[in-house]
């Protein structure tokens, strides 16, 4: 592109200028407000596979079909077959020839995303209305009705994180290609 | 027809100067020998809305009631899923590469939520120097980015793996993706404010929606070009989309772009949500199941003529479509009207940036027999648009999510526009 000279070195200068502020200058937005943890303990429900973030308390499964027969049957049926595809809590066979279904037992890798789910997003028509007590009664019940574990195990924080579930071993981590 | 026409592939893809040529252009087109002369008894008069004042300015624009059939298309609710479901973007209405806010696709999981900015918080937790706290306002004063994205919902297209092909249009099989210049915070920006712990590799990102809706970023994603999104094409995010605020993760799978964000939680491993184990999972023919598959493949679509549209007559169309890849930008596009025999290349006819929508066209000569549409893009990965067969071999008939193989519009003597397996 053509340009006089003069006015090409005034624009030379002024990016000169633009380049030698200091580079904070241009992002020195800092207004997050300083919280603690414990201040986040009611806030944060991420409950993840390594046992972090679960809460104290426990259930089983005896106790938890009391609060399963009030609070998820109606979409889960009592026995958790559920009343359509994606309420369908047990059963299935991920190696059966036609489409499996893929349920807790027979799909989902981690204990403790059942327990995750549940506190974070069910029932579904009032989610997290359950007390951490009744997410791990709740947690224990379906593994119970997915032959899990025994209907008096009881589950809490150690031994949930413990628990190996049937398709433990069937998933592929791709997150290192991307 | 005076002029010879030029052929660029079989069946009738032709030179786009005929277009031009023959003032032709969209659905409905005819012959130019048909539409070019008009009635000899027709006087042409001022319309009735040219002889008076129409209503003055609006606060809050819409659009033309003649427009009102263009809608999102969304399932009947489901009873035991509350606020769950879908609607997608009517594709075969829209032109050029942005979606309007009114018509981008929806996927939610327990509704949308009613939040009040002045009470809604972001939180930044765990493998972090200090944990911190930002408002909507406090956000708002951050410098902001502005890029065009499409966003496409890893389950769009799904039905394309079934046995038989559905009588669908390209709405209802493929309008889970939009396409949005979002406006917002490099994430980056605000997890160094937090100081990110050396042992931090993924962050769960936490909606505030009745399922607070997680899904686990790897870090390294996290600090190249997701961002925290607040403007979607210059307005406010709708409600919809995640007011106030949402996570946008360029290029992947929709899901993990979480609406009314409000928590990243630096963590060791991912987190084991719900929707990375349980869904959004592909399971092979072997049975076993691949996690995290996050980029979009490349993929194109023929949006007219399309499914459930018949052409009139014979004659010269406009065949039009979009085009978009997670792995980078759209190089080119190719389209076939003999189910994938021949191909010639169409014009790109927007912009071809990075992980968003590219419009092309290509013009085409219907002779009034059978004919099957095809469009196949090439990335600048070099990745190439597969064909239907293909992702079958590779991902087995059990699979749902990620489907981007080459779609066929099937046409027949009548005109009519019909989705098969060419």
Known sequence: ?178 | MSEKLDRVAGNGLINRRHLLKLGLGGLGSALATNALSADAGLKLQIPQWSQQPGPGTSAYGSPSPFTSQIQRMAATPNPVYPGGGASRSPLQHLQGTITPNSLHFERHHSGVPAIDPAQHKLVINGLVDQPLMFSYEDLLKYPMVSKTYFLECSGNSGTLFGDTPVDGSVQSIHGLVSCAQWTGILLSTLLDEAGIKTQAKWVAAVGADGASMGRSVPLDKALDDVMVALYQNGEPIRPEQGYPMRLFVPGWEGNISVKWLTQLKLTRQASQFRDETSKYTDTMADRRSLQFTFPMGAKSLITSPSGQMSLPQKGVYNVTGIAWSGAGSIKKVEVSADGGRSWANATIESPQSDKALVRFSIAWQWDGGSAVLQSRATDSAGNVQPSRDAILAERGLISFYHYHGVQSWGINSAGEIKNVYA
């Open chain 1, 1 to 178: 592109m053509y340009m006089p000279k003069a006015f090409k070195f005034g624009f030379l200068l002024v990016n000169a200028a633009f380049l030698l502020l200091p580079s904070s200058q241009a992002q020195t937005v800092k207004l997050g407000q300083a919280i603690s943890e414990s201040q986040l303990s009611d806030f944060d429900l991420v409950a993840g596979p390594d046992g972090s973030g679960f809460p104290s308390g426990s259930g089983t499964a005896k106790t938890g079909k009391a609060v399963f027969d009030v609070k998820c049957a109606a979409c889960h049926a009592a026995n958790g077959e559920g009343v359509s595809g994606n309420t369908r809590l047990v059963g299935g066979d991920i190696h059966s020839q036609g489409n499996p279904l893929r349920t807790v037992g027979s799909y989902w890798p981690h204990a403790s995303t059942v327990f995750d789910f549940i506190r974070r997003a069910m029932p579904a028509n009032a989610p997290k209305s359950l007390s951490n007590e009744e997410v791990y009664q709740v947690t224990a019940y379906v593994l119970f009705l997915n032959n899990i574990i025994d209907e008096s195990t009881i589950l809490n924080k150690e031994s949930l994180t413990e628990i190996q579930m049937p398709n433990k071993d069937g998933f592929v981590d791709l997150s290192h290609l991307h």
